[in-house]
């Protein structure tokens, strides 16, 4: 199969993809999602296939009007309402009991729950309202990799596996949706830190739990996406905070180990002579930014010659919560 790389004024050819039970990859505000027909088994399982993704993850479902929320769901807790009228379109899935016989079972892997979000770019609205079908989509990555924020990094992981690519340019938040499960009302729980700080949703629902498995990683997963390995480079990661460079790179400089260094300017500015090569996060001190570029940096390493990479933590409050997660689900610490 041949991957064709099309823009937004190619939509009808995406749209024809769509409802004849394909998969096309195309751009979201978080990541790039691959999408088919969320009601069609035979559509979900080509995005099973072409990422090798296991069966038991389940996928997001993607809509284009806050209202199409009751075509899928038994019941909207007022914590529902509250967030998607507040941050949709936007970075936030929420999980809501899943109404029978509206969509694949291949989608939910056969919980009682779905995950639904309404993403915010142009092209992901568009496929979605042209097709008239709600859109499962996963990351366009091969599984286990890191997600993909441009249409190349989907190229580069799923050229010949999928028929098209919906090029809209670089994803702007870079990391994928919060996901809270708000499927019983009074007890909201983050299962996966993202683009909506836990704060934001916090200020407008109160206090939300957080799942353990965000934290640590023993008890059995509550998001079944947490068990699997994730957003692994080629090359190790090492996760050190801002204070540790110095000391970090004489360490690795003495075993004659070449240094990858994804890191924010002020300590690029810092450390760009003593190392192999260098990926800049974005302007000193910012996880927004830095969780931005943290994907295209996991992957510009392996096109250099570093064999190890060494990446800046940042306290996880705000935004830094997503990012400390996927670079620890990176570095395999969680
Ligand atoms: O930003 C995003 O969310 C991107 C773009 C394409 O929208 N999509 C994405 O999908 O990240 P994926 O499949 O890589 O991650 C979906 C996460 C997984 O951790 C999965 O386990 C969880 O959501 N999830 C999906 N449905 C669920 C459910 N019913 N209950 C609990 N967790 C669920
Ligand atoms: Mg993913």
Sequence with gaps: MQTKKITLSQLDEAVKLIQAGEVVAFQTETVYGLGADARSDEAVAKIYEAKGRPSDNPL????????????????ITPEARLLMEKFWPGPLT?????????????????????????????????????????????????????SPTTAEHVIHDLRGKIPAVLDSGTSDV??????????VEGKATLLR???????????????????????????APASPGMKYKHY????????????EFARKIEVYQAKNIKIG??????????????????????????????????????????????????????????????YMNRLEKAAGSL
């Design 174 to 183: 870079g990391v994928e949706s919060t996901v809270i499960d708000v499927s």
């Design 261 to 322: 260094l994804l890191a924010d300017e002020e300590v690029i500015a810092e450390f760009n002579l003593q190392v192999e090569a260098t990926f800049n996060l974005g302007e000193a001190d910012s996880p927004s930014a830095a969780s931005r570029n943290l994907f295209s940096g996991l992957r510009y390493f392996e096109n250099t010659e570093a064999e190890i990479i060494i990446a800046q933590s940042f306290p996880k409050t705000g935004m830094g919560l997503a």
């Design 94 to 146: 929420l999980i809501l009991p899943v109404k029978e016989n509206t969509l694949s079972t291949l989608v939910t892997a056969g919980l009682k729950t779905v995950g639904l979000r309404m993403p915010a770019t142009d092209s992901a609205l568009s496929l979605i309202r042209e097709s008239g079908a709600p859109i499962a989509a996963p990351s366009a990555n091969t599984s286990g990799r890191p």
């Design 232 to 243: 692994a480079p080629d090359e190790p990661v090492i996760i050190i905070s801002k204070e």
């Design 60 to 75: 997001i479902v993607h809509i284009a009007n806050v209202k199409d929320v009751e075509k899928y769901t038994e019941e």
């Design 193 to 219: 830190p993202g683009g909506i700080p836990r704060e934001d949703l916090e200020e407008v629902i109160g206090p939300i739990e957080i799942a353990q498995q965000i934290l640590t990683q023993d008890s």
